[in-house]
C-alpha cells in the first residue's frame, strides 16, 4: 500500500531580533503548524536570524516538505498594516547585524542570480480575503534588503 504525503503550504516566521524580544511571526509560525487548510497542511518553522544559518534551515524545510505553497512571515517595526510583499531584490543590506553579527553591506544574496524575483502567490486575492476580514493590508513592492528579503529570493 503506497504512503500518501499530505500537500503541505510552508509557512515560516523569524526568531526575536535586535531590540525586538518577542517577533509575532514566531508565534504565528509556531500557531499554524499541524493546521489543516482544505485538502493542505501546514507546517510552521521559525527561522534563526542569521544569514547564511536561516538560507541552510530554510532549504533543508523545502526538501523536507515539498511544499505547495510558501508563506513567509517578518516582523517590520512601523509598519501598522499587514505587507504581503511583491517583490525580492538580490542584495543584503543590513542596518544592523543579524544574529551572528553578520552585518551585510550591499552584497548580493547570490551573485549570479537575477536582480528580482516576484511572489507566486495570488497576491490581489489574498489582500480582497483579508480586508474583508477586517485586517488591514496591502501590496508592497520593497520587502526591505534584512532576512524577510533574502528568504523570500531565495
Known amino acids: 500500500m503506497a ?3 499530505d500537500r503541505m503550504i510552508l509557512v515560516t516566521g523569524f526568531e526575536p531580533f535586535g531590540a525586538h524580544s518577542v517577533n509575532p511571526s514566531e508565534g504565528l509560525a509556531k500557531a499554524v503548524d499541524g493546521r489543516r ?4 497542511a501546514a507546517r ?3 527561522l ?12 533543508a524545510l523545502l526538501d ?9 512571515l517578518g516582523l517590520a517595526a512601523g509598519r501598522a498594516r499587514v505587507a504581503l510583499e511583491r517583490v525580492a531584490v538580490n542584495v543584503m543590506d543590513y542596518g544592523e547585524p543579524d544574529g551572528a553579527g553578520f552585518q551585510a ?9 537575477p536582480a528580482a524575483y516576484f511572489a507566486t502567490l495570488p497576491l490581489a486575492a489574498i489582500l ?3 480586508t474583508a476580514e477586517g485586517i ?3 501590496v508592497s513592492n520593497t520587502a526591505g534588503t534584512y532576512l524577510c528579503n533574502q528568504t523570500l529570493y531565495t
Open 105 to 113: 553591506s550591499g552584497e548580493p544574496i547570490a551573485p549570479d542570480g
Open 128 to 130: 480582497r480575503a483579508l
Open 64 to 72: 523536507e516538505t515539498e511544499p505547495v505553497a510558501v508563506v513567509h
Open 44 to 46: 510552521g518553522a521559525v
Open 3 to 5: 504512503v500518501t504525503r
Open 37 to 40: 487548510f482544505g485538502a493542505c
Open 136 to 138: 488591514p493590508a496591502y
Open 48 to 59: 534563526p536570524v542569521h544569514h547564511a544559518d536561516a538560507a541552510r534551515r530554510l532549504d
